[in-house]
């Protein structure tokens, strides 16, 4: 049996951070939380790294997972699932 990773939600639709308290989501232009992207891809808004590509994304979390020491089979199910996430998923390859 293959296990896959998905954060528990919700989570952010640009870097699958879990998004588990009130300061974790982004905000709208109007000061409103977002329910859809996390404070750190996304405030006022506006993606805060707009021309960011699905790739830097991957490896800007990965680099941190390995900084909070997360499990690598962890890591390596990121890899796969954050192509996935709203924000790439529209994007043409």
């Known amino acids: 049996m293959v296990s896959t990773y998905q954060p528990q939600g919700p989570y952010c639709q640009s870097c699958s951070m879990p998004m588990q308290k009130p300061e974790d989501f982004g905000t709208n232009s109007n000061g409103n939380q977002n329910q859809e992207y996390c404070r750190y891809c996304y405030q006022n808004g506006n993606f805060t790294d707009p021309d960011i ?40 390859v």
Do not use: A, F, G
């Open 53 to 92: 590509t699905v790739e830097q994304m991957i490896e800007k979390c990965v680099d941190i997972m390995k900084k909070m020491n997360l499990p690598d089979m962890q890591i390596e199910q990121v890899k796969k699932y954050i192509p996935m996430l709203k924000r790439w998923s529209t994007k043409s």
